[in-house]
């Protein structure tokens, strides 16, 4: 930490102050003999004694001084440098009908941080909360709420954005976790018909590029879709390469057998050019966490921003000035008091 850049708001203290002493300096040699008949006696006493004899009316033109530097608003900049661990995670989540799909996890094993309020992939059911397995996007939102979790609220800042046929922004970068945490709990309405990659990578890129930032980005788009390598889709990812951005993608299977379209390769095939494509098979075995996980260890860094603040010294200045002040009231009144002071030249003498 360093001060530097001294500024001075007001002058006239200290014009005041050097016109003060110059009148009192004319003063002392013109007349010092009338207007100061005990000054000999002073300037008769031994230097250490003297200096001492002294000490109020030393500490007093002291607290004078400083109270005039407290009045001319000076203030300086305190440069520091901080460590910063910041990160901005963009994540996009797929809220096609598909993520309603049944898993083989048990509502009653694990419980959930919000009931189900999406039916089911196919057919009707009156209360989807009695739906005995978990959906799809309910792994995904509270794996999503672990990974939150494990982050830093006071720096990191989270993009969230849900798509189907449409794309939902529902947070900017944000570290308001409690908002995102509310905008996941509503995700059930979302889960509907569509899913449009190609829009929502195109609408998160634009945030990004919209508002810059120092913090380092990454991209996380969690899908169960098999996109169709389109034009649009590969200029999009085209764009994220050319970005400072790191990519992951989170795909769950949606094919029990195991099997994968040569569509869905394409598309692997294209995200792993650009950055890293998780393969989510089997989500009762937590796979979905551990890709979250590795990804906040693998986007973990740290790097050094200045901060410049201002400092107001007259603040400081007019403190140790009341502080000297009643040091020097305590002086006065006890063994500086005039008795006692009288008492102890008329034996020194």
Known sequence: ????????????????????IASLSIIWVRK?????????????????????????????????????????????????????????????????RSMRENTPLLRENFPTTFPRKAGLYSGQVDDPGTIPELARYELARESLLRFMSALNPNEDRIQLTYFNSQVYLMSGFTTNFSFLTQQLEAMDPYVTYGTNIRWALEQGLNMVERYPSRNKQAVILLTDAEAKNTDD??????????????????????????EVSQQALDFLRSTRSIGTAYTIEDLDQGNLDQALEEI??????????????????????????????????LLVATIYHPTIVTAAFSGRS
């Open 296 to 329: 906040g260890k693998l986007e973990s860094y740290a790097y050094e921003e200045s901060k410049h603040e201002q400092v107001d010294l007259s603040e400081s200045v007019f403190t140790l000035a009341r502080w000297l002040m009643l040091v020097w009231i």
């Open 32 to 96: 010092k003999g009338e207007l100061f008949p005990d000054v000999n006696l002073l300037i008769d006493t031994a230097p250490i004694n003297g200096i001492i004899d002294r000490l109020p009316l030393i500490l007093g033109v002291f607290i004078v001084v400083l109270l005039m530097i407290s009045m001319m608003d000076i203030t300086t900049t305190r440069s520091s440098v901080i460590e910063k661990t910041a990160r901005d995670f963009l994540v996009i989540v797929d809220t096609s």
């Open 1 to 20: 930490m360093e001060l530097s850049d001294i500024q001075v708001g007001n002058w006239w203290p200290l014009l005041f102050g050097v016109l003060v």
């Open 233 to 258: 889709l590969q200029e999009q990812l085209y764009r994220l390469g050319q970005l400072d951005l790191s990519f992951y993608l989170l795909w769950i299977t949606s094919d029990s057998t195991g």
